[in-house]
């Protein structure tokens, strides 16, 4: 399996403008999680679905911020307009659900996103 | 509200032993992760802890105290590989994981 895929990998834009951030989770998982990561406050959830359904966005920062999962294969994280203060690390994760008991979230490898 | 609090950096010779510890104050509790991310790459899975005891996975060992909030993160015969951030995370109501703002781990010849 290739893993989750994120992409762009790195997105330099100017204060303003629209950033679309994709993700393919692994095939079978039916969790998908959107995290951001920043040296000032970690790793932070910002909203995850689950058999493509949105579960908890009560991370998502603001009115700017939007996700999508449109089917089991894709998932959309939308900021308008953006902002310096966006500039992070943006990271997906899949998962199974597997009830009460042991699962791990894989990572994909990130979107470093630049917002000057 | 939820609290989850790691030593910001640690610094271990290669051969050695170290303990990374994690205390947490959560409304809910279903497990305790440990993860492992190197500078400029993505997180990935160590260990999960739902139980009191210790969960040993080859040269990296995981504890969980659920009555003292408690965990820690044990790594022995440090390699210099090993040097990356360490994050706790525990797993409260249905699939979130809420993370510790992570333990930088610097190993030294």
Known sequence: DAGVIQSPRHEVTEMGQEVTLRCKPISGHDY???????????????????NNVPIDDSGMPEDRFSAKMPNASFSTLKIQPSEPRDSAVYFCASS?????????QYFGPGTRLTVT | GQNIDQ???????????????????TSGF?????????????????????????????????????????????????????????????????NMLTFGGGTRLMVKP
């Open chain 2, 30 to 94: 279903n497990g305790l992760f440990w993860y492992q991310q190197h500078a400029g790459e993505a997180p990935t899975f160590l260990s999960y802890n739902v139980l009191d005891g210790l969960e040993e996975k080859g040269r990296f060992s995981s504890f969980l105290s659920r009555s003292k909030g408690y965990s820690y993160l044990l790594l022995k015969e440090l390699q210099m590989k090993d040097s990356a951030s360490y994050l706790c995370a525990v797993k409260e109501a249905g």
């Open chain 1, 32 to 50: 998908l999680f959107w995290y951001r990561q920043t040296m000032m406050r970690g790793l932070e959830l910002l909203i995850y679905f689950n």
């Open chain 1, 96 to 104: 199974l659900s597997l009830g009460q008991g042991d699962y791990e």
């Open chain 2, 7 to 25: 030593p910001t950096e640690m610094t271990a010779t290669e051969g050695a032993i170290v303990q990374i510890n994690c205390t947490y104050q």
